[in-house]
Antibody
């Protein structure tokens, strides 16, 4: 059974940093691209970032480019999101999601999310 | 960037109704269109991928159609557990989600 468990969320001041983690199990982790997708309170879904299975390729939404860094440790079946220079508009529930076998850019499994609140 | 527009934004329906939700892309995306269901407090769940392929384990009352710029999600006979918010998502050029359609009980 595929499981994705996020952690690392919390309350941080504007300009601060936070590192999110996602522990994966139930599939061959390094075979699949992984994503971060976020959802602001009461709002829709916003894609944040993708990393390829081998970690060699990364992509970011314009809203986070230059501030967030996605990474993975395939030896630990773990995905990360380093978030710097946080803004109030980054407040959201952050999901990690697994890419599909047919295409990296679809999401077939999602974690339950970790909440990031940016507030002074 | 490709923009995705869903209609309606909200919809009231009754158990047993046939319901259709529409998603339009700002440019052609071939069949790179997925549908997700999200219930309150839960993560999204993939229902339909590649416009019309049913994800494993999803009931057959859900179906998807369309290609190019216009797509539909149809629920043939609404069940109580189907009341949720539905999102379309294009994967033709990176990722973009529609704004969501909230399906409520009439």
């Amino acid at each position: 059974e595929v499981q994705l468990v996020e952690s690392g969320g919390g309350v941080v001041q504007p300009g601060g940093s936070l590192r999110l983690s996602c522990a994966a199990s139930g599939f061959t982790f390094d075979d699949y691209a992984m994503h971060w997708v976020r959802q602001a309170p009461g709002k829709g879904l916003e894609w944040v970032s993708l990393i390829s299975g081998d970690g060699g390729s990364t992509y970011y939404a314009d809203s986070v480019k230059g501030r967030f860094t996605i990474s993975r440790d395939n030896s630990k079946n773990s995905l990360y999101l380093q978030m710097n220079s946080l803004r109030t508009e980054d407040t959201a529930l952050y999901y990690c999601a697994k890419g599909q076998v047919t295409t990296d850019w679809d999401f077939d499994y999602w974690g339950q999310g970790t909440l990031v609140t940016v507030s002074s | 960037d490709i923009q995705m527009t869903q209609s309606p934004s909200s919809l009231s329906a009754s158990v047993g109704d046939r319901v259709t939700i529409t998603c339009r892309a700002s440019q052609s995306i071939s069949s790179y269109l997925n549908w997700y269901q999200q219930k309150p407090g839960k993560a999204p769940k993939l229902l339909i991928y590649a416009a019309s392929s049913l994800q494993s384990g999803v009931p057959s009352r859900f179906s998807g159609s369309g290609s190019g710029t216009d797509f539909t999600l149809t629920i043939s006979s609404l069940q109580p557990e189907d009341f949720a918010t539905y999102y379309c998502q294009q994967s033709y050029s990176r990722v973009a989600f529609g704004q969501g359609t909230k399906l409520e009980i009439k």
